[in-house]
């Protein structure tokens, strides 16, 4: 009987957090679960870097359901809750405390952590990463208006914290190891319109730029950059990329390569063990190949198929890759992760700041990214998920409706 059962989820994340309503609402009578080791609900990242962190959303909006809603759903979600070992054999999991909790499903949803710079002065107060709530309250209390901040990476996170902390007051510094802005994300052009697009807003971005040191006593005073020059600053914002949390994976001898190996029903080498979310490393039908989303709307769709498939409801899970970021006044959405494209049509202005870039490849279309243009980067979504042939001209063309090209 269902209600005999125990299903745990390891991870208070977006990801586990569907997992559990989930099993819910397909009907799971049997026991639900969640350990988490932050003090917090599921929540959203996405505002932790723009309306969280600029102070127009307060923490508790972040979270995904009201805390009452756990309770009357019958999910028993443990807090500061750290799971040490799983046994596949006894089918448990050993929490810090000693305490040891059977199952009869598992959920990995541990997620991502920062990957941490190893240079000195990185103890100092006022040097930050920046991925739970607790990061950005503690950022918030660091802002000085007119004072230098120092963002160490020009990655997603950095150029939102950039923009971010430039509507705050504080003269955004970005520092990029690398010859572009978002070098494994977009194409060199994009990389280019970012630097423009931030650069006319008063970001100051130095590129091929490293840190070498950080300076000061008890808190951060400069920062030594690669190119000898020193930067005064009061806040830093580290955000270099993240790590997957496959540890207990390990620990367990899942099969781990890049996350947390998973097949299309987010099953892992375990077949009594699933995972989803930023730590899995699922096979992508569109893509053909294999890849680990860090993204919105993967945590909550591949939690929600998780759950089905713990049921013994197998529906594949395969979806084109989304993503989306805010800066200043830019609304910029991504769809596919192209490794190779052989024609690029633009369509809009870019110089306006209201455009989407597709990527075809033989007639296809592979990717897009779009600028403030949400209603042609959908259709052109549905282009894709069709495998419409289509030409670089028709997309271009703005007097042609993208709709008509669905009926062709």
């Not at 099993?23 to 799971?28: C, I, K, P, Y």
């Not at 350990?35 to 923490?59: I, T």
Request: charged fraction near 25%; hydrophobic fraction near 40%; aromatic fraction near 6%.
């Amino acid at each position: 009987m269902s209600e005999d059962r125990t299903f745990i989820i390891i991870g208070a994340s977006q990801a586990g957090g569907w997992i559990a309503k989930t099993l819910r609402t397909e009907g799971f009578e049997g026991k639900v679960i969640v350990l988490g080791e932050e003090p917090f609900l599921p929540y959203e990242r996405p505002p932790l870097s723009k309306g969280a962190l600029l102070g127009d959303v307060d923490v508790d909006s972040t979270y995904f359901w009201a805390p009452e809603s756990y309770e009357a759903e019958d999910i028993d979600v443990r807090l500061n809750t750290r799971v040490v070992a799983i046994s596949r054999d006894a089918k448990t999991v050993t929490l810090a405390n000693g305490e040891i909790l059977s199952w009869d499903k598992l959920a990995i949803t541990t997620g991502a952590r920062v990957r941490p710079i190893e240079i000195e002065g990185t103890e100092l107060n006022g040097v930050h990463y920046l991925r739970t709530i607790e990061d950005t309250l503690a950022i918030q209390k660091n802002i000085q208006r007119e004072s230098n901040a120092l963002i160490v990476g020009g990655g997603w996170i950095g150029l939102e914290c950039a923009a971010t902390l430039k509507k705050l007051g504080c003269n955004p510094i970005v520092v990029e190891f690398a010859d572009r802005l978002c070098g494994r994300a977009v194409t060199p052009q994009i990389s280019e319109w970012l630097l423009d697009f931030h650069k006319s807003r008063g970001v100051d971005i130095r590129l091929r730029t490293g840190v070498e040191k950080f300076h000061g006593k008890d808190r951060v005073l400069s920062a030594k950059l690669s190119n000898g020059d020193e930067v005064n600053c009061s806040l830093v914002v580290i955000g270099v990329g993240v790590i997957p949390n496959v540890e207990l994976a390990n620990q367990a001898n899942l099969q781990v390569d890049n996350g947390i190996c998973v097949d299309e029903m987010c099953q892992t080498s375990d077949p009594d063990i699933f995972s989803a979310g930023d730590v899995a490393n699922h096979p992508n039908s569109y893509l053909n190949r294999r890849i680990r989303l860090e993204s919105w709307e993967n945590a909550m769709n591949q939690g929600i198929s998780a759950a089905k498939s713990m049921l013994g409801k197998q529906i594949p899970y395969s979806e084109i890759p989304w993503f989306w970021s805010d800066q200043f006044d830019a609304n910029i959405q991504m769809i596919g992760i192209p490794l190779e494209w052989d024609t690029t049509a633009t369509r809009g202005n870019m110089e306006a700041n209201e455009f989407v870039q597709f990527y075809l490849k033989d007639g296809l279309i592979v990717g897009a990214i779009s600028v403030n243009s949400t209603r042609d980067l959908r259709l052109g979504k549905r282009l894709m998920q069709a495998g419409k042939q289509v030409t670089g001209k028709d997309l271009e063309n703005v007097n042609l409706k993208l709709q008509t090209l669905l009926k062709n």
